[in-house]
């Protein structure tokens, strides 16, 4: 027992730690300054938001030490039954919760209120670790899909059902993991077709979307097969169908949207493309074919999901995000006054408490959600971008150690942990520069609240735990 | 799985990008663009919505009966509050010290630098010292809001109130926000999109001492309010007055309709509760009370209480059996103190037997309607009574029973017209006989009928077989009302099957023997019919239906009195100086006594 303790702090990555310090350091210095008064703070209510911090951050210190004196075999042994647990609670948050916002996702005990969603990340980060780090694991089996999905998806589902939808998408990260894990590359390159289209049509339409969708099939075909003639060909055979379609069309009256013609254009050609390839044998043919006739679908389908499948506020966020629809003082409110008080900080900033932006209670949440407006308000963009390079050390360190692991399951949870922290910066940044819509999740370490603080904090020791027993062998 | 193991660069990488990504954004938004910067150093944005005057209501001869007062909330921004004579400041406004701490603390909760309400609706007096001194007291301001005025003590049901928006209604609907104002109740919910008209918006740049320093982009974001619609209602406020003085001291409730129209001349609840009682910070103090009063003033009983309708049911039940033709106006049956069969037995007050079909509505006999009822349920043609009674019902559905009018007045129930597989339930068994559904035969039994549904069914007799949708409000300015108030409902009884009921109607209030004997007005040719409802709690209810003139009928209308015992005692009377005072606009001498009488009955405090 003596000995192991010893080791303990032999063995912990002290570049980690030291850079999970200066966050957490730099984090509670922001809540200070987005909540401080410079005037009254002499009859101000002795619970501040950030004697409170102080406060979760000590017992947060408690728990780190907790974590690391465990064995850290129970991480690995345990984790079904953490899991299951923190299931269990989601259920229960549903039922026994407090309702704040609209959303039931609090459970208040005493004067402490925390967030089961916060704490079901690093569950099911372990339940998915030990799942892939079976002996002979393999990802792209049908049956491991689709018990991982399972896995990640459940939290993801009883969040929804709190009305989080926000936190619920976090779980998409992991597909780094699974991708990390063998998860075929054109699935990536498949999600970041659909994403690019799902823009694409939003801020063009549906017409150009297409017509960019078939020259980017007969390109990629040129790409693979060299073969100008067909390429040419194809765009003939296409523009022809079209120009008779269009002028039947006008000669009989119907009338149907360009976008319709050339829809219909490209039906006629697929079938003809597809046994022309077949007795020509050509390499990727089938695949290539059904990937166009998808991104066809998904063309047509993106107008119909984002007004039918995503809720109104939903689907507001993501036009203001793209800029399709300006309403600075309505839904776009806080994305409009988080990017003032952001771009007002210039190169260097107001300086520590001096921002009257988010001083004067601008921007709506600006100690949780939109905590970076005070970052990049008083210490300017290099103050955004010490933090901002922070993160990304830790996480290219976190990924370094996964890396180095001899356990699968240690390095499974290490990816997972990365994934979830570079998920928060991107999208947390992101939403209050106006590159990501506004889901609200938390900035790690940063923004105020004893949940959040808490659960990324046992997300990242119990992976400085397990990296720091890499050399025994076990699992 | 060394096969993968290359791909931690390529996540590397993707990694890496999405640092830059955030960051070349960042150095876009921080360094390069200076649009930003406008509003940065000392500048900052300040939104002052503007609120439209809320649109004013008339009654159906343009008196005004609902406009606007003003009010003044002291606000403050807590943080700006400096250097002020705080006993000074407490002595305008009539507070202490401590409660001044207390206030501000509240304020500073919610918000440092947003402006809260510091003390709501102040007196005009109180704003006016204050307004004079202001420069003293840093920090504070008046805003200005409109509040309603009652002209009348009157119509409180009608016209409903409004009262600051609660969070659920702010969820529900996105224009509104904290501290918005909201109809809550009545015409003021139903028209609640026009009455408030469309809040304006001004965003001022604002400099950190709190300086107006110009338009925010010249205005490119700011709206300007439009005023409410004003709202002409169907409602007479004389008649309405009129009816709610005669029904003071009563359970009840009085709703008359214009039946060539659909519009409603009066609707009363009794008691009801002053509407100038509910008007700001009065509502709190107001509303708790009335809800613990046990007479309910604060529920609409001319809509919302259900009854069963007793005798006045007997006239659909007449019509019905015409359109059957299971009688005809001549049948005559006979009747000595009720009817019997067997055992049973169903009671009938003394006259002459038998009577036809005029007569029975005259002198209101059980027994007509018991063999009546009898007949239409167990006709041949329907082998059962439970298919006759399925028959039966679609009849009386055509009146507008068992669902909703559509009145545009919140919160209408639907009433209950038992359909056969409650009957089959109750009984349990599908072979149950007319005789033990018979006291529907008289308005009894397991039928609940609102007094709204009741007075339609009078202006469905008077329109000898159509109503139109009940409603409240005749115009709105710029706007039209629903279209769905001029369509006509049918109601499935032939036009000549009224003119003997109508008949008997009007024979109940002119001719000796009539049980409506004392509704009847000189000159005014009133149709009515008289009902008395058992009730188990209680003295039965009085109840009277009327319309008049019998030719071409101006007004039809339904008096429900709970407890007043006979038809004839109260109702009645009340029916009959209600139409007079709407058709002559006063009342005769000869009436004065009786008019007396009614005012000053209490059957509120007698029972206790």
Redesign the interface.
């Known amino acids: 027992m003596q000995r192991k303790a010893i080791n303990i702090f032999k063995n912990l990555d002290y570049i980690s730690i030291l850079l999970y310090l200066a966050l957490v350091f730099m984090g509670w210095l922001n809540i200070y300054a987005a909540v401080y008064n410079d005037e009254y703070n002499s009859i101000i209510d002795i619970s501040q938001k950030y004697g409170k911090q102080l406060m979760w951050i000590f017992i947060t210190f408690g728990f780190i030490a907790a974590i690391l004196l465990i064995d850290s075999k129970v991480y690995s042994l345990g984790s079904y039954f953490i899991y299951g647990l923190m299931m269990l609670v989601l259920v229960s948050v549903l039922f026994l919760g407090k309702e704040v916002n609209g959303a039931r996702s609090w459970f208040q005990l005493g004067f402490i209120k925390f967030q089961p969603a916060e704490f079901a990340k690093f569950a099911t980060c372990l339940a998915m670790a030990k799942f892939m780090s079976r002996f002979n694991f393999k990802m792209m089996t049908f049956k491991n899909l689709i018990l991982l999905g399972i896995i990640c998806f459940t939290p993801a589902a009883l969040i929804i059902l709190q009305n989080d939808t926000g936190s619920a998408l976090v779980y998409t990260s992991f597909v780094l993991v699974f991708y990390r894990q063998g998860l075929p590359g054109i699935i990536l390159g498949l999600m970041f077709i659909a994403v690019a289209i799902f823009i694409l049509t939003l801020i063009t339409s549906s017409l150009i979307t297409l017509s960019i969708i078939l020259l980017g099939g007969v390109l990629g075909y040129y790409i693979v097969n060299k073969n100008k003639k067909e390429c040419f060909f194809s765009i003939i055979f296409i523009s022809i169908i079209f120009s008779l379609t269009k002028l039947c069309f006008y000669l009989f009256d119907i009338d149907k949207s360009d976008y319709k013609i050339l829809l219909y254009s490209a039906l006629f050609f697929l079938p003809f493309a597809l046994i022309y390839s077949f007795k020509k044998r050509i390499k990727y043919a089938l695949i290539s074919i059904v990937i166009i006739s998808g991104a066809i679908g998904f063309n047509s389908s993106v107008h119909y999901i984002f007004e039918n499948v995503l809720e109104k506020h939903q689907s507001q966020r993501i036009k203001i995000m793209l800029g399709i629809e300006s309403d600075p003082y309505g839904k776009g409110y806080n994305v409009n006054q988080s990017k003032i008080a952001i771009g007002s900080g210039g190169l260097t900033g107001k300086g520590f408490l001096k921002g009257t932006q988010t001083k004067y209670d601008f921007v709506p949440e600006q100690s949780t959600d939109f905590i970076f407006c005070t970052i990049g308000e008083e210490w300017g963009f290099g103050g955004s971008f010490v933090v901002i390079s922070i993160f990304l050390t830790l996480i290219l360190r976190l990924i370094f150690l996964a890396e180095r692991q001899r356990s699968r399951f240690s390095r499974i949870y290490g990816y997972g942990v990365a994934s979830i922290f570079i998920f928060h910066l991107a999208i947390n940044i992101g939403m209050t520069i106006g590159l990501a819509p506004v889901i609200g999740i938390p900035l790690p370490f940063f923004s105020y609240g004893g949940s959040s603080l808490l659960s990324f904090s046992i997300l990242l020791f119990i992976f400085i735990k397990l990296d720091s027993n890499r050399l025994e062998l076990f699992g | ?1 060394k ?3 290359q ?2 660069f ?3 990488i ?3 990008l ?2 830059i ?3 070349s ?3 876009y ?3 390069i ?1 200076d ?3 406008v ?4 500048n ?2 300040r ?1 002052i919505t503007n609120y439209p005057a809320r649109g004013l209501i008339y009654d159906r001869n343009g008196k005004l009966l609902v406009s606007n007062q003003a009010t003044y909330d002291l606000m403050v921004i ?2 700006r509050v400096k250097n002020i004579d705080i006993k000074d400041f407490c002595k305008i406004l009539d507070i202490d010290t401590l409660t001044f701490n207390k206030k501000l ?1 509240k304020c ?2 919610y ?4 402006p809260s309400i510091f003390m709501p609706q102040i007196n005009y007096e109180t704003y006016a010292i204050l307004q004079e001194k202001m420069h003293k007291f840093q920090g504070f301001f008046v805003q200005t809001r409109t509040l309603r005025k009652y002209q009348y003590n009157s119509a409180a049901h009608v016209l409903g109130y409004i009262a600051e928006v609660n969070n659920r209604e702010i ?1 529900k609907n ?1 224009y509104y926000t904290m501290g918005d104002y909201i109809g809550k109740s009545g015409v003021e919910y139903t028209y609640e999109k026009y009455l408030r008209g469309v809040k304006g ?1 001004t ?1 001022n740049l604002v400099d ?1 001492h709190n300086r107006i320093k110009g338009k925010y982009k010249n205005g490119a ?1 700011d709206i300007h309010p439009v005023i409410g619609s004003n709202i002409k209602l169907t409602i007479d406020i004389d008649l309405q007055m009129y009816a709610e003085k005669l029904m003071q001291n009563k359970r009840g409730s009085v709703v008359a309709i214009e039946p060539s129209t659909g519009e409603i001349l009066a609707k009363v609840s009794a008691p009801s509760y002053d509407p100038n009682l509910f008007v700001g910070n009065l509502r709190n103090k107001y509303y708790r009370i009335y809800r613990k009063d046990k007479n309910k003033p604060l529920f609409d009983r001319a809509m919302m209480a259900t009854y069963p309708p007793g005798s006045i049911f007997k006239l659909p039940q007449a019509l019905i059996a015409l359109e059957e033709g299971v009688i005809n106006e001549n049948t005559e049956f006979p009747c000595h103190g009720g009817y019997q069969v067997g055992n049973f037995r169903l009671k009938c007050h003394v006259h002459s037997s038998p009577l036809d079909l005029k007569h029975s509505i005259q002198q209101s006999c059980n027994a007509y309607y018991c063999y009546t009822f009898r007949r239409i349920l167990e006709q041949e043609k329907y082998k059962r009574p439970r298919e006759a009674y399925k028959v039966w019902r679609q009849y009386i559905k055509s009146f507008g029973f068992d669902s909703k009018l559509g009145v545009d007045i919140p919160y209408e129930r639907s009433g209950f017209i038992p359909n056969v597989k409650y009957w089959d339930k109750k009984y349990r068994t599908q072979r149950w006989k007319a005789l033990n559904i018979i006291s529907l035969s008289i308005g009894q039994g397991d039928i609940l009928i609102t007094p709204l549904q009741m007075a339609n069914m009078g202006a469905s007799i008077a329109n000898r077989g159509y109503y139109k949708t009940p409603h409240i409000v005749k115009e709105i300015s710029n706007n039209t009302i629903d279209s769905s108030y001029v369509n006509l409902h049918k109601v499935n009884i032939s036009k000549e099957y009224f003119k003997p009921v109508i008949e008997g109607m009007e024979m109940a209030v002119n001719k000796p023997k009539g049980t409506g004997r004392l509704a009847y007005t000189k000159d005014i040719d009133i149709c009515g019919k008289t009902g008395t409802v058992q009730n188990p709690h209680g003295a039965d209810h009085s109840v009277f239906l009327a319309f008049a003139p019998k030719d071409n009928p101006k007004i039809a209308l339904i008096i429900y009195v709970e407890n007043g015992v006979w038809g004839s005692r109260y109702a009645a009377p009340i029916a009959g100086l209600l139409i007079e005072k709407y058709l002559k606009g006063n009342i005769s001498k000869s009436k004065k006594g009786l008019e007396k009488r009614m005012v000053e009955a209490d059957l509120i405090t007698e029972k206790e």
């Open positions: 799985m096969q993968f193991e791909r931690k390529t996540i590397g993707l990694i890496i999405v640092g990504l955030l960051l954004r960042l150095f938004i921080q360094v663009e649009k930003y910067k509003s940065a150093e000392n900052s944005q939104i807590p943080r603390k500073k909760r918000s440092q630098y947003r969820k996105s918006r965003i950190v974001y």
